[in-house]
């Protein structure tokens, strides 16, 4: 399975991100979204699942769960905006993958058994930052993620 990662939107959807997530079959934002618009675009190629971002404080991003947790073919998943703000041991909840933005680097890493992706900023460009997205490929109890350049 194919999962499109996108973060820090900030209510630009780009037509770059809508054709790097065009065969993926879930879509994980993770916050900042900007607005419905943009999950609504997202919708069109897949289902999104998203939460909210320090930004998304108008009254529908309020309504937007602060974390998810998801599970793909055997492989549980935390989302949140902020790794600041996580207050679980991933690990030892039973988490292999931890979804975060608000950063806008987008980064890969593995500490201790669990994979940590940021899939950067697909919004306005932050400094001098890469635009960017992410993919999760699930299989068979197994994951990888790799970041993508928009731009």
Do not use: C
Not at 86 to 111: C, L, N, Q, W, Y
Request: hydrophobic fraction near 45%.
């Amino acid at each position: 399975m194919k999962i499109g990662l996108i973060s820090d939107t900030h209510g630009l959807v780009r037509p770059e991100a809508l054709r790097a997530l065009a065969d993926v079959e879930r879509i994980i934002h993770a916050g900042d979204v900007g607005g419905p618009d943009v999950i609504d675009a997202l919708r069109g190629i897949a289902p999104v699942d998203v939460v909210r971002g320090n930004n998304d404080k108008d009254p529908w991003g309020a309504k937007l769960p602060s974390r998810l947790v998801l599970e793909f073919d055997g492989v549980r998943v935390h989302v949140l905006h902020d790794l600041k703000e996580m207050d679980i041991e991933p690990a030892a909840a039973g988490f292999r993958v931890v979804v975060a933005g608000h950063s806008h680097k987008p980064v890969v890493t593995e500490r201790d058994g669990v994979l940590f992706v940021n899939p950067g900023s697909a919004g306005q460009r932050r400094f001098s930052l890469p635009v960017t997205i992410a993919y999760l490929t699930v299989s068979a109890g197994t994951v990888r993620a790799e970041i993508k350049s928009l731009m």
